[in-house]
Protein backbone atom coordinates (compact mmCIF):
# COMPACT_ATOMS: atom_id res chain seq x y z
CA UNK A 1 0.00 0.00 0.00
CA UNK A 2 1.35 3.31 -0.78
CA UNK A 3 0.01 6.82 -0.21
CA UNK A 4 -2.21 9.07 -2.26
CA UNK A 5 0.75 11.75 -2.09
CA UNK A 6 3.11 9.21 -2.56
CA UNK A 7 1.59 8.18 -5.37
CA UNK A 8 1.41 11.47 -7.10
CA UNK A 9 5.09 12.25 -6.11
CA UNK A 10 6.05 9.14 -8.15
CA UNK A 11 4.25 9.88 -10.92
CA UNK A 12 5.31 13.48 -11.19
CA UNK A 13 9.38 12.38 -10.42
CA UNK A 14 8.93 9.71 -12.98
CA UNK A 15 7.84 12.19 -15.78
CA UNK A 16 10.58 14.59 -14.94
CA UNK A 17 13.37 11.52 -15.28
CA UNK A 18 11.53 10.41 -18.90
CA UNK A 19 11.48 13.94 -19.86
CA UNK A 20 14.95 14.51 -19.30
CA UNK A 21 16.03 11.11 -20.80
CA UNK A 22 14.65 12.63 -24.37
CA UNK A 23 11.65 10.88 -25.01
CA UNK A 24 8.47 12.53 -25.93
CA UNK A 25 5.96 12.52 -23.05
CA UNK A 26 2.79 14.62 -23.94
CA UNK A 27 1.16 16.09 -20.60
CA UNK A 28 -1.93 13.31 -21.19
CA UNK A 29 0.81 10.53 -21.06
CA UNK A 30 2.71 12.01 -17.91
CA UNK A 31 -1.09 11.29 -15.93
CA UNK A 32 -1.39 8.00 -16.89
CA UNK A 33 1.66 6.97 -15.14
CA UNK A 34 1.57 4.15 -12.97
CA UNK A 35 3.22 3.32 -9.94
CA UNK A 36 3.34 -0.51 -8.73
CA UNK A 37 4.93 -0.88 -5.06
CA UNK A 38 3.97 -4.87 -5.28
CA UNK A 39 1.76 -4.84 -2.31
CA UNK A 40 5.49 -4.32 -0.53
CA UNK A 41 4.16 -1.22 0.66
CA UNK A 42 8.09 -0.52 -0.06
CA UNK A 43 8.13 1.85 -2.94
CA UNK A 44 11.32 3.25 -3.30
CA UNK A 45 12.99 0.20 -2.29
CA UNK A 46 11.09 -2.75 -4.31
CA UNK A 47 8.60 -0.95 -6.88
CA UNK A 48 8.43 0.42 -10.55
CA UNK A 49 6.80 3.55 -12.85
CA UNK A 50 4.79 2.61 -15.43
CA UNK A 51 3.88 4.31 -18.55
CA UNK A 52 2.15 2.25 -21.33
CA UNK A 53 2.08 3.91 -24.73
CA UNK A 54 0.83 0.58 -26.34
CA UNK A 55 -0.79 -2.38 -25.29
CA UNK A 56 -2.89 -4.66 -27.93
CA UNK A 57 -3.89 -8.11 -28.05
CA UNK A 58 -0.26 -8.66 -30.33
CA UNK A 59 2.44 -5.94 -28.70
CA UNK A 60 3.06 -3.79 -25.83
CA UNK A 61 5.03 -0.77 -25.43
CA UNK A 62 5.81 0.71 -22.34
CA UNK A 63 8.29 3.20 -20.73
CA UNK A 64 9.74 1.62 -17.47
CA UNK A 65 11.36 4.17 -14.96
CA UNK A 66 13.49 2.98 -11.81
CA UNK A 67 14.11 5.68 -9.04
CA UNK A 68 17.88 5.64 -7.80
CA UNK A 69 18.44 2.06 -6.44
CA UNK A 70 15.07 1.05 -7.00
CA UNK A 71 14.63 -2.57 -7.91
CA UNK A 72 12.07 -4.33 -9.59
CA UNK A 73 11.15 -8.15 -7.96
CA UNK A 74 12.17 -10.69 -9.79
CA UNK A 75 9.01 -12.48 -12.15
CA UNK A 76 8.51 -14.31 -14.79
CA UNK A 77 6.35 -14.77 -18.26
CA UNK A 78 4.35 -17.77 -18.03
CA UNK A 79 2.35 -19.30 -21.01
CA UNK A 80 -1.01 -17.95 -21.45
CA UNK A 81 -3.57 -20.30 -23.17
CA UNK A 82 -2.00 -20.76 -26.90
CA UNK A 83 0.30 -17.59 -26.05
CA UNK A 84 3.79 -19.48 -25.08
CA UNK A 85 4.50 -16.11 -22.84
CA UNK A 86 5.41 -12.80 -22.92
CA UNK A 87 9.18 -11.98 -25.26
CA UNK A 88 10.34 -8.74 -23.61
CA UNK A 89 12.89 -6.85 -25.20
CA UNK A 90 14.45 -4.03 -22.81
CA UNK A 91 16.16 -0.70 -24.44
CA UNK A 92 18.15 1.26 -21.68
CA UNK A 93 17.55 4.83 -22.22
CA UNK A 94 19.33 6.68 -19.38
CA UNK A 95 21.19 6.33 -16.37
CA UNK A 96 22.21 2.92 -14.63
CA UNK A 97 20.40 -0.16 -14.97
CA UNK A 98 21.43 -4.08 -14.03
CA UNK A 99 19.39 -6.72 -15.15
CA UNK A 100 19.43 -9.95 -13.08
CA UNK A 101 18.59 -13.74 -15.54
CA UNK A 102 19.45 -16.71 -15.67
CA UNK A 103 23.74 -18.01 -15.24
CA UNK A 104 26.50 -18.14 -13.38
CA UNK A 105 26.18 -15.55 -10.86
CA UNK A 106 28.39 -12.44 -11.41
CA UNK A 107 26.92 -10.32 -9.54
CA UNK A 108 29.26 -6.88 -8.61
CA UNK A 109 27.56 -3.57 -9.16
CA UNK A 110 24.12 -4.49 -7.92
CA UNK A 111 22.36 -5.66 -4.70
CA UNK A 112 19.77 -8.06 -3.32
CA UNK A 113 17.11 -5.43 -0.97
CA UNK A 114 17.89 -6.55 2.66
CA UNK A 115 16.37 -9.64 3.87
CA UNK A 116 14.55 -10.75 0.93
CA UNK A 117 17.56 -13.09 -0.04
CA UNK A 118 14.72 -15.52 -0.47
CA UNK A 119 12.86 -13.41 -3.02
CA UNK A 120 16.20 -12.99 -5.52
CA UNK A 121 17.45 -15.98 -7.05
CA UNK A 122 18.96 -15.16 -10.22
CA UNK A 123 22.20 -13.95 -10.12
CA UNK A 124 23.32 -13.20 -13.61
CA UNK A 125 24.65 -9.48 -13.89
CA UNK A 126 23.78 -7.62 -16.79
CA UNK A 127 25.06 -4.30 -17.11
CA UNK A 128 22.96 -2.22 -19.73
CA UNK A 129 24.22 1.02 -21.40
CA UNK A 130 21.88 3.72 -22.66
CA UNK A 131 21.05 2.04 -26.62
CA UNK A 132 21.64 -1.63 -25.14
CA UNK A 133 19.16 -4.12 -25.61
CA UNK A 134 18.36 -7.08 -23.60
CA UNK A 135 15.99 -9.79 -25.08
CA UNK A 136 13.89 -11.97 -22.48
CA UNK A 137 12.21 -14.92 -23.87
CA UNK A 138 9.46 -16.42 -22.60
CA UNK A 139 9.52 -17.93 -19.24
CA UNK A 140 12.56 -16.21 -18.50
CA UNK A 141 13.19 -15.70 -14.42
CA UNK A 142 14.59 -11.70 -14.31
CA UNK A 143 14.90 -8.90 -11.66
CA UNK A 144 16.91 -5.66 -12.43
CA UNK A 145 17.48 -2.60 -10.45
CA UNK A 146 18.67 0.83 -11.00
CA UNK A 147 21.78 2.57 -9.48
CA UNK A 148 22.53 5.93 -8.04
CA UNK A 149 21.21 7.66 -11.23
CA UNK A 150 17.65 5.72 -11.87
CA UNK A 151 17.36 4.18 -14.43
CA UNK A 152 14.25 5.04 -17.59
CA UNK A 153 13.92 2.15 -20.50
CA UNK A 154 11.78 1.11 -23.09
CA UNK A 155 10.30 -2.30 -22.57
CA UNK A 156 8.60 -3.71 -26.18
CA UNK A 157 6.68 -7.11 -25.60
CA UNK A 158 4.37 -9.09 -26.91
CA UNK A 159 0.99 -9.48 -25.23
CA UNK A 160 0.76 -7.97 -21.92
CA UNK A 161 -0.90 -9.74 -19.11
CA UNK A 162 0.28 -8.64 -15.79
CA UNK A 163 -2.28 -10.51 -14.08
CA UNK A 164 -0.50 -13.81 -15.17
CA UNK A 165 3.32 -12.67 -13.76
CA UNK A 166 4.87 -15.08 -11.52
CA UNK A 167 6.75 -13.41 -8.52
CA UNK A 168 9.43 -15.69 -6.37
CA UNK A 169 8.19 -13.64 -3.55
CA UNK A 170 4.99 -14.85 -2.43
CA UNK A 171 4.23 -11.66 -0.26
CA UNK A 172 3.80 -10.19 -3.76
CA UNK A 173 0.41 -8.49 -4.79
CA UNK A 174 0.14 -6.82 -8.47
CA UNK A 175 -2.16 -4.81 -7.95
CA UNK A 176 -1.18 -1.29 -5.81
CA UNK A 177 -3.47 -0.08 -3.41
CA UNK A 178 -3.70 2.80 -2.99
CA UNK A 179 -4.66 5.04 0.99
CA UNK A 180 -6.20 8.22 0.12
CA UNK B 1 18.31 3.02 -58.12
CA UNK B 2 19.67 5.25 -56.28
CA UNK B 3 23.54 6.08 -56.28
CA UNK B 4 26.09 5.11 -53.26
CA UNK B 5 26.46 8.61 -52.57
CA UNK B 6 22.51 9.20 -52.45
CA UNK B 7 22.33 6.55 -49.66
CA UNK B 8 24.80 7.73 -47.80
CA UNK B 9 23.65 11.45 -47.78
CA UNK B 10 20.42 9.81 -46.89
CA UNK B 11 21.93 8.00 -44.07
CA UNK B 12 23.42 10.42 -42.40
CA UNK B 13 20.10 13.23 -43.02
CA UNK B 14 18.43 10.44 -41.12
CA UNK B 15 20.39 9.84 -37.95
CA UNK B 16 20.46 14.01 -37.82
CA UNK B 17 16.68 13.77 -37.90
CA UNK B 18 16.22 11.23 -34.77
CA UNK B 19 19.06 12.79 -32.83
CA UNK B 20 17.53 16.53 -32.84
CA UNK B 21 14.24 14.66 -32.03
CA UNK B 22 15.31 13.54 -28.78
CA UNK B 23 15.16 9.99 -29.62
CA UNK B 24 18.54 8.13 -28.47
CA UNK B 25 20.54 6.74 -31.60
CA UNK B 26 24.11 5.00 -31.26
CA UNK B 27 26.77 5.46 -33.51
CA UNK B 28 26.59 1.81 -34.26
CA UNK B 29 22.18 2.31 -35.16
CA UNK B 30 23.27 5.35 -37.36
CA UNK B 31 25.36 3.02 -39.52
CA UNK B 32 22.05 0.67 -39.99
CA UNK B 33 19.98 3.19 -41.39
CA UNK B 34 18.07 1.45 -44.13
CA UNK B 35 17.42 3.93 -47.40
CA UNK B 36 14.25 2.43 -49.68
CA UNK B 37 13.37 4.16 -52.71
CA UNK B 38 10.96 1.41 -53.81
CA UNK B 39 13.00 0.83 -56.88
CA UNK B 40 11.37 4.25 -58.50
CA UNK B 41 14.84 5.92 -58.45
CA UNK B 42 13.23 9.33 -56.82
CA UNK B 43 14.25 8.99 -53.23
CA UNK B 44 13.36 12.25 -51.96
CA UNK B 45 9.72 12.00 -53.97
CA UNK B 46 8.81 8.87 -53.19
CA UNK B 47 10.89 6.93 -50.45
CA UNK B 48 11.55 6.45 -46.76
CA UNK B 49 14.39 5.75 -43.89
CA UNK B 50 14.51 2.74 -41.28
CA UNK B 51 15.89 2.11 -38.55
CA UNK B 52 15.29 -0.67 -37.04
CA UNK B 53 15.84 -1.58 -33.60
CA UNK B 54 14.06 -5.28 -33.65
CA UNK B 55 12.64 -7.78 -35.24
CA UNK B 56 11.35 -10.90 -33.86
CA UNK B 57 8.86 -13.63 -35.18
CA UNK B 58 6.37 -11.54 -32.81
CA UNK B 59 7.45 -7.61 -32.18
CA UNK B 60 9.32 -5.13 -34.41
CA UNK B 61 10.24 -1.41 -33.47
CA UNK B 62 11.38 0.78 -36.07
CA UNK B 63 11.77 4.72 -36.34
CA UNK B 64 10.57 6.07 -39.68
CA UNK B 65 12.18 9.23 -40.96
CA UNK B 66 10.30 11.19 -43.76
CA UNK B 67 12.55 13.82 -45.30
CA UNK B 68 10.37 17.23 -45.93
CA UNK B 69 7.60 16.46 -48.71
CA UNK B 70 8.67 12.73 -49.19
CA UNK B 71 5.83 10.13 -49.33
CA UNK B 72 5.72 6.74 -48.40
CA UNK B 73 3.80 4.61 -51.30
CA UNK B 74 0.24 3.17 -50.69
CA UNK B 75 0.43 -0.44 -49.09
CA UNK B 76 -0.84 -2.95 -47.15
CA UNK B 77 0.03 -5.93 -44.96
CA UNK B 78 -1.87 -9.03 -45.90
CA UNK B 79 -2.33 -12.14 -44.37
CA UNK B 80 0.89 -14.58 -44.71
CA UNK B 81 0.83 -18.48 -43.41
CA UNK B 82 -1.23 -18.03 -40.16
CA UNK B 83 -0.51 -14.81 -39.00
CA UNK B 84 -3.46 -12.72 -39.90
CA UNK B 85 -1.44 -9.46 -41.10
CA UNK B 86 0.65 -6.98 -39.51
CA UNK B 87 -1.00 -4.57 -36.69
CA UNK B 88 0.98 -1.66 -37.01
CA UNK B 89 0.96 1.95 -34.45
CA UNK B 90 2.24 4.34 -35.61
CA UNK B 91 3.71 7.34 -32.69
CA UNK B 92 4.59 10.64 -34.04
CA UNK B 93 7.86 12.31 -32.84
CA UNK B 94 8.72 15.22 -34.17
CA UNK B 95 7.64 17.35 -37.26
CA UNK B 96 4.33 17.43 -39.43
CA UNK B 97 2.78 14.07 -40.51
CA UNK B 98 0.08 12.84 -42.75
CA UNK B 99 -1.27 9.29 -43.12
CA UNK B 100 -4.07 8.31 -45.84
CA UNK B 101 -6.02 5.77 -44.97
CA UNK B 102 -9.76 4.16 -45.48
CA UNK B 103 -12.64 6.51 -45.18
CA UNK B 104 -13.88 9.52 -46.57
CA UNK B 105 -11.35 12.24 -49.29
CA UNK B 106 -10.77 14.67 -47.22
CA UNK B 107 -7.27 15.52 -47.96
CA UNK B 108 -5.88 19.55 -47.39
CA UNK B 109 -2.73 19.82 -46.32
CA UNK B 110 -1.36 16.76 -48.22
CA UNK B 111 -0.63 15.70 -52.03
CA UNK B 112 -0.57 12.80 -54.40
CA UNK B 113 2.76 13.15 -56.12
CA UNK B 114 2.99 14.05 -59.87
CA UNK B 115 1.60 11.80 -62.10
CA UNK B 116 0.83 8.97 -59.49
CA UNK B 117 -2.92 9.05 -59.16
CA UNK B 118 -3.29 5.79 -60.14
CA UNK B 119 -1.16 4.86 -56.86
CA UNK B 120 -2.61 6.48 -54.29
CA UNK B 121 -6.11 5.66 -53.48
CA UNK B 122 -6.97 6.38 -49.90
CA UNK B 123 -7.58 9.60 -49.19
CA UNK B 124 -8.98 10.02 -45.34
CA UNK B 125 -6.58 11.95 -44.22
CA UNK B 126 -4.96 12.02 -40.45
CA UNK B 127 -2.84 14.55 -39.36
CA UNK B 128 -0.47 13.28 -36.55
CA UNK B 129 1.12 16.32 -34.25
CA UNK B 130 4.38 14.85 -31.87
CA UNK B 131 3.22 12.26 -29.21
CA UNK B 132 -0.06 11.34 -31.24
CA UNK B 133 -0.66 7.51 -32.17
CA UNK B 134 -2.40 5.64 -35.58
CA UNK B 135 -3.24 2.02 -35.04
CA UNK B 136 -3.67 0.27 -38.76
CA UNK B 137 -4.92 -3.29 -38.20
CA UNK B 138 -4.15 -6.27 -40.74
CA UNK B 139 -4.57 -5.22 -44.05
CA UNK B 140 -5.97 -1.50 -43.65
CA UNK B 141 -4.41 0.15 -47.04
CA UNK B 142 -1.92 3.35 -46.48
CA UNK B 143 0.15 5.53 -47.38
CA UNK B 144 2.06 8.44 -45.64
CA UNK B 145 3.61 11.55 -46.26
CA UNK B 146 5.97 14.83 -44.61
CA UNK B 147 5.07 18.38 -44.56
CA UNK B 148 7.76 21.05 -44.64
CA UNK B 149 9.81 20.25 -41.84
CA UNK B 150 9.88 16.02 -42.54
CA UNK B 151 8.80 13.35 -39.92
CA UNK B 152 10.04 11.27 -37.39
CA UNK B 153 7.76 8.71 -36.00
CA UNK B 154 8.37 4.75 -34.17
CA UNK B 155 6.64 2.31 -36.07
CA UNK B 156 5.69 -0.72 -33.60
CA UNK B 157 4.26 -3.58 -34.82
CA UNK B 158 3.75 -7.53 -35.48
CA UNK B 159 6.64 -9.65 -37.20
CA UNK B 160 7.65 -7.68 -40.53
CA UNK B 161 7.75 -9.15 -43.34
CA UNK B 162 8.27 -6.58 -45.76
CA UNK B 163 8.58 -9.00 -48.88
CA UNK B 164 4.88 -10.34 -48.33
CA UNK B 165 3.35 -6.11 -48.64
CA UNK B 166 1.76 -4.96 -51.15
CA UNK B 167 1.67 -1.79 -52.95
CA UNK B 168 -0.58 -0.22 -55.24
CA UNK B 169 1.92 1.37 -57.68
CA UNK B 170 2.84 -2.00 -59.99
CA UNK B 171 6.55 -0.22 -60.73
CA UNK B 172 7.30 -0.73 -56.45
CA UNK B 173 10.32 -3.36 -56.36
CA UNK B 174 10.72 -3.02 -52.38
CA UNK B 175 14.57 -3.95 -52.32
CA UNK B 176 16.83 -0.92 -53.15
CA UNK B 177 19.46 -1.09 -55.66
CA UNK B 178 22.30 0.78 -54.92
CA UNK B 179 24.50 2.11 -57.59
CA UNK B 180 28.54 1.33 -56.64
Redesign the interface.
Given at each position: MITIDEFNAAKIKAAKMIKE??????DQ?AERIDVADFGLSNLNREGIQIMT??A?N??S?KILVLFPNQTEPEHWHPPVDNDPGK?E?I?A??GNLRFYIPGDNNMSEGFIPQGKEHAYTMKNEVILQ??D?L?LPPGTKHWFQAGEEGAVM?S???CVRDGFDKFTDSEIVRATEIKY
Open positions: SGILLTEHLTRIVEIRISPGQTYYST
